[in-house]
């Protein structure tokens, strides 16, 4: 059974600081992704990471993949108010046939000016 | 384009009886996938359908149902309400359905607001 957890589940930071978000999966996985959920908002896909050392930065956002370790970090940097959110990882089993994802608990991160 | 649909925005039952949720993918997608998301946790997988037939089913119980219509449209049906399943059901759209290997371009889903179930 693949498991994801995160952490940590609550990160309150200042403005201008650096941060990162861990991941951690329990067994093979097909591909790691990364959405965001605001408050009583649906969830927004941010990145998707199939390989072995994947990076992917969208703004101040980097995420990267290590699957021998099976770990994933969200990296925030110089984070602003506007990124407050919880953050989810979410992994795909790779042991075959249409699943679901399969989701941490988030981070639910507070950035404060 | 219209993203994923999903009706009522919210309901209240009590125990005991039975709901319905409504979802309508984006047009072209034609894999629907329902999650569950208690307050405070990630979402959890239900189902997944693609061309009307079930391709997955996550660890719930037979109270909970679904089923996909010829538009790509799909009903989430749970019976006999209990009070943990106050939660957030979620419906997630894509071109082909998930699964392993598959093209990622294809699959990535796209979630819908979700219906916020209360059972008193």
């Known amino acids: 059974e693949l498991k994801v957890e995160q952490n940590p589940l609550f990160l309150s930071m200042q403005e201008g600081k650096n941060y990162t978000i861990y991941c951690n999966y329990s067994?093979?996985?097909?591909?790691l992704y990364w959405y965001r959920q605001d408050p009583g908002k649906s969830l927004e896909s941010l990145f998707v990471l199939l390989s072995n050392g994947a990076v992917k930065q969208e703004g101040r956002l980097m995420a990267s993949l290590d699957t021998k370790a099976r770990l994933s970090t969200l990296h925030i940097t110089a984070a602003v108010h506007d990124l407050s959110a919880t953050y989810f990882c979410?992994?795909?089993?790779?042991?075959?046939?249409?699943?679901?994802?399969?989701f941490g608990k988030g981070t639910h991160l507070i950035i404060q000016p | 384009d219209a993203g994923v649909t999903q009706s009522p925005t919210h309901l209240i039952k009590t125990r005991g009886q039975h709901v319905t949720l409504r979802c309508s993918p984006i047009s072209g997608h034609k894999s629907v996938s329902w999650y569950q998301q208690v307050l405070g946790q990630g979402p959890q997988f239900i189902f997944q359908?693609?061309?009307?037939?079930?391709?997955g089913r996550g660890n719930f119980p037979d109270r909970f149902s679904a089923r996909q219509f010829p538009n790509y449209s799909s009903e989430l049906n749970v019976n006999a309400l209990l009070l943990g399943d106050s939660a957030l059901y979620l419906c997630?759209?894509?071109?082909?359905?998930?699964?392993?290997?598959?093209?990622?371009?294809?699959?990535?889903?796209?979630f819908g607001a979700g219906t916020r179930l209360s059972v008193l």
């Open positions: 997630a759209s894509s071109l082909s359905p998930l699964l392993a290997g598959g093209e990622v371009s294809k699959n990535i889903q796209y």
């Open positions: 359908y693609y061309e009307k037939e079930e391709r």
């Open positions: 979410a992994a795909l089993y790779s042991g075959g046939g249409a699943d679901g994802l399969t």
């Open positions: 067994t093979t996985s097909d591909r």
